[in-house]
């Protein structure tokens, strides 16, 4: 069951007015006077490597410790990966076959890179839609042969074969060993 209140015949009254002005704490001036014509004191937020006294840093007299800027880390470029003929370079996202750089979209990188970064292990779709889309990925086993069928077709006929199907289960990278004089090796 519902109430329905009286409609309000008088407007509510405007809260009253402060006068007072809000000011932050420390806001005063050095000299400890407050207002529009005083001068400010600057704040800083300063980090000190851990074990340093705090008091050595703001002393007037005597020695103050050396402060250095932090050196970046950079960290190790991840190293190419792949057999002779497909060759994965994450850092720049480039992948290669015999030299040639490939086009491929986000999702076809990153399942070649998983692909060929695990050769001869043999991936189920489900894993591999965890693996490269993600576990919140809502999809089925086709999105993968999908990206698998335009995989192969970027790879060329030379090198389609790489990424061998394994019926009912799912897809494995199978490296050739690269010999440049030898001919493109075929499925039977």
């Keep these: 069951m519902t109430t329905a209140l009286p409609a309000r015949t008088t407007p509510p009254a405007a809260p009253p007015v402060e006068t007072r002005r809000l000011h932050l704490v420390g806001d005063a001036g050095v000299d400890g006077t407050t207002g529009p014509g005083a001068s ?38 991840a190293p190419r990966f792949g057999d002779g003929a497909v060759q994965v370079d994450p850092a720049r996202r480039v992948a290669e076959v015999d030299g040639r750089q490939l086009d491929l979209t986000y999702l076809e990188f990153a399942l070649l890179a998983h692909l060929v970064r695990h050769p001869h292990q043999v991936h189920t779709r489900e894993r591999l839609v965890a693996a490269v889309w993600g576990y919140d990925h809502v999809g089925d086993g086709r999105t993968v042969d999908v990206h698998v069928a335009r995989l192969r077709r970027k790879l060329g006929a030379a090198h389609r074969h790489t ?8 897809y494995k990278y199978v490296p050739e060993r690269h010999n440049p004089g030898a001919a493109p090796r075929h499925r039977p």
Excluded at 40 to 57: F, K, N
Excluded at 163 to 170: C, F, K, M
């Design 40 to 77: 400010r004191l600057v704040s800083y937020l300063v980090l000190v490597p851990e074990g340093t006294d705090i008091g050595d840093l703001f002393a007037k007299d005597g020695p103050r410790p050396e402060i250095r800027p932090v050196e970046a880390v950079v960290p190790a470029a």
């Design 163 to 170: 990424i061998a199907t394994v019926r009912r289960v799912g």
